[in-house]
Nanobody, 122 residues
Framework: DVQLVESGGGSVQAGESLNLSCSIS????????MGWFRQRPGHEREGVAV???????TYSNSVNGRFTISKDNAKNTLYLQMNSLKPEDTAMYYC?????????????????WGQGTQVTVS
């Protein structure tokens, strides 16, 4: 099985940056795509950024140009660098694994999830 543990969330001012980390352990052959999703109050969970095993990245329109996803295979860690944060980025951010890649930002493709880390932008 795959275990995911997020860290790095916090409270920041608009325009500031945060870097989220996701530590990955367990059976990794199922990690075709890995990514970050978020759930804002009153909204469904949405895809933010995904990276596949070839390093190809997909971003949602709302974060493209501000967020960068990366993965350090040696450390088994997934990152999300978030710059120029806006109040509308306030959400619980989740790390996910196991995506098949047909629709990378579709949360239903992913069968492994972390517990989430809160990001608050004011």
């Amino acid at each position: 099985d795959v275990q995911l543990v997020e860290s790095g969330g916090g409270s920041v001012q608009a325009g500031e940056s945060l870097n989220l980390s996701c530590s990955i352990s367990g059976h990794t052959r199922s990690n075709y795509c890995m990514g970050w999703f978020r759930q804002r109050p009153g909204h469904e969970r949405e895809g933010v950024a995904v990276i596949d095993t070839n390093g190809y990245r997909t971003y949602s329109n709302s974060v493209n140009g501000r967020f960068t996803i990366s993965k350090d295979n040696a450390k088994n860690t997934l990152y999300l660098q978030m710059n120029s944060l806006k109040p509308e980025d306030t959400a619980m951010y989740y790390c996910a694994a196991g995506g098949l890649g047909y629709d990378p930002l579709d949360r239903y493709e992913y069968n492994y999830w972390g517990q989430g880390t809160q990001v608050t932008v004011s």
